[in-house]
């Protein structure tokens, strides 16, 4: 599924097991079908992961809410208010099964009641059953923060091995300072903190990949914006090995690789040795955003695409079975999701492009499977 959007308004379209566009336009910020309670806001997200059951699930940042939506009629089938009473500021979801997942809320709650079971606070997940729907509990992240003046700002969380792995953004409550890195480990069977891996010399750490085959994390970091000509230094791939016990670090790429840009937006990871990222241009756009390539070993990454403008490069994403990769474009002129082709060792090619919602014609921001 690829999300579309202007930041006032957002579409939903729907791709085929081929990459290809089977349903533009699925549902939009002006849908207000009988199941939704208030329409999309132009904030919404698409989870890192697919959900139970193959639904559509979509984000809502802007209202803190989540909705449903049934992929074969685009029609609404259920919605969950997770703002409990503020603006939560929901970043993604984990699927655990059919009647259980996490949300991570992204904000704190200035003013929460004395109440025990209104599920106010922030800083935390948010239990939930996806199928009545309705919230179950909490996870406190509050004291997982490496920095005490920082905010845990959870962002991504992935199932893997049996644990579910959040990215800490790690960002004061202005957003003008960051602590390291970090990712927290929860038994989803006891909904408990665990332990943590923390991330030295990273900063704003936030999209994750897992690879089953090599029992790999992937972390990708991108520094803080606050730092100035600093942030770079900062910013990064991480490769973390769920393999050991207590997990591990097993690898770092720096922005230096990418030609000292920092890294943004989703990557696509088939192995050590296939590692695709995008990295951020410049407020002044030149340079522009830029689709790289390169391994765990490399020194220097080799430039797949350059963009027309800077921060219209969202996100990627492997199709590891057919050894292709998906990037959307959002450069508002022509918006495009570009497809490239990974099946022949050292030679990386785009094959073809398409714009994913020729309806609206609004701009290619985020993708992901469901």
Same mark, same amino acid.
């Given at each position: #599924? ?5 930041y006032?308004?957002?579409?939903l379209?729907?791709?085929d097991?081929? &990459? #290809?566009l089977s ?6 910020? &002006? ?6 309670s208030q329409a999309l ?11 139970? &059951?193959h639904?559509v699930l ?8 989540l909705?449903?939506?049934d ?7 259920r919605?969950?208010?997770v703002?409990t009473?503020?603006?939560a500021?929901?970043?993604?979801v984990v699927s ?8 991570? !809320?992204?904000e704190?709650?200035n003013a ?6 209104d ?8 239990i ?5 729907p309705k919230?179950?509990g909490r ?10 003046s ?7 969380a992935?199932?893997?091995?049996g ?10 409550p202005?957003?003008q300072?960051?602590?390291m ?7 989803p ?11 030295p010399?990273?900063?704003n750490?936030?999209?994750m ?12 970091c991108?520094?803080?914006f ?8 900062y910013? &990064? ?5 769920l393999?050991?016990s207590?997990?591990a ?7 230096s690789?990418f030609?000292g840009?920092i890294l ?6 088939f192995?050590e040795?296939?590692?695709?990222a995008?990295?951020?241009?410049d407020?002044s756009g ?5 689709f790289?390539t390169l391994?765990?070993?490399?020194s220097?990454a080799t430039?797949l ?11 990627s ?9 998906f990037?959307?474009d959002?450069?508002?002129s022509a918006? !495009?999701i570009?497809?490239y ?5 050292g ?7 398409f714009?994913?919602g020729p ?12």
């Open positions: #599924m690829v999300l579309a959007s202007d006032r308004s957002v579409s379209s729907l791709l097991s081929e &990459g #290809m349903r533009d336009d699925c549902i939009n910020s &002006g849908t207000r079908a009988p199941a939704l806001s132009g904030d919404v997200a698409l989870p890192s992961n697919p959900q139970a &059951g639904e979509l984000i809502d940042r802007g209202n803190a809410a909705t449903w939506v992929p074969r009629t685009c029609q609404p089938l919605q969950l208010a703002g009473g503020f603006a500021n929901p970043h993604d655990l099964g059919a009647n259980k997942a996490y949300v991570t !809320r992204y704190r709650n929460p009641t004395p109440a025990l079971e599920f106010d606070e922030g800083n935390d997940l948010l939930i059953d996806p199928s009545v919230i179950l996870i406190d992240l509050l004291g997982t923060s490496p920095d005490p920082v905010l845990p700002r959870a962002d991504q992935l199932l893997a091995e644990r579910v792995y959040v990215s800490l953004n790690a960002l004061s202005s957003f300072s960051g602590s890195g970090r990712v927290v480990i929860i038994d069977g006891s909904d408990t903190v665990v332990g943590y891996v923390d991330i010399g990273k900063k750490c936030s999209t990949t897992y690879l089953a085959s090599t029992k790999t994390l992937w972390v990708s991108a520094g803080v606050s730092d100035g000509a600093q942030q770079a230094n910013s &990064g791939l991480v490769a973390i090995d393999g050991a207590p997990p670090i097993k690898g770092v790429v720096d922005a690789a030609g840009r943004l937006g989703k990557s696509a990871i192995s040795q296939e590692i695709f995008i990295t951020a241009g407020f030149s340079p522009p955003d830029q790289w391994g765990l070993s490399s220097q430039r695409f350059e963009a027309s403008e800077s921060f219209v490069l969202g996100a994403l492997a199709d590891l079975q057919r050894k292709r990769i990037l959307t959002g450069t508002a918006p !495009r570009h497809i082709d990974a099946s022949t060792p030679t990386v090619r785009e094959v073809s492009s714009n994913p309806s609206l014609g609004l701009p290619a921001r985020d993708i992901s499977r469901y």
